[in-house]
């Protein structure tokens, strides 16, 4: 049973930073990759980042391209997603995935396995 647990939202001022985590179990399948996500207030959900888990190019939505940065720790099995000058449009929900393969995709239909979300909310 795959399970991915998100932490780290918060309430932040507008140019501050947070650091989201996302800590797998059960991922025993050799091929996959690791999304962000997030949903916005009456928005559609969107691809932020990914990652491949054993290694490869990172992937980021134009909006977020030179502040936030994706990484992994294998060891711990953990996803994480450091943000810095944060503004108010990056408020939503934001989820981890994983999709079977070794390529990152933006296309959320791909995503097998989905975390419970974690909430951002930036202040103006």
């Known amino acids: 049973q795959v399970q991915l647990v998100e932490s780290g939202g918060g309430l932040v001022q507008a140019g501050g930073s947070l650091r989201l985590s996302c800590a797998a179990s059960?991922?025993?399948?050799?091929?996959?990759?690791m999304g962000w996500f997030r949903q916005g207030p009456g928005k559609e959900r969107e691809f932020v980042a990914g990652?491949?888990?054993?290694?490869?190019?990172?992937t980021y939505a134009d909006s977020v391209k030179g502040r936030f940065t994706i990484s992994r720790d294998n060891a711990k099995n953990t996803v994480y997603l450091q943000m810095n000058s944060l503004k108010p449009e990056d408020t939503a929900v934001y989820y981890c995935?994983?999709?079977?393969?070794?390529?990152?995709?933006?296309?959320?239909?791909?995503?097998?396995?989905w975390g419970q979300g974690t909430q951002v909310t930036v202040s103006s």
């Open positions: 059960g991922l025993t399948f050799s091929s996959y990759t």
């Open positions: 995935a994983v999709r079977f393969g070794v390529s990152v995709v933006a296309d959320s239909q791909s995503y097998a396995y």
């Open positions: 990652i491949p888990w054993r290694g490869g190019s990172t």
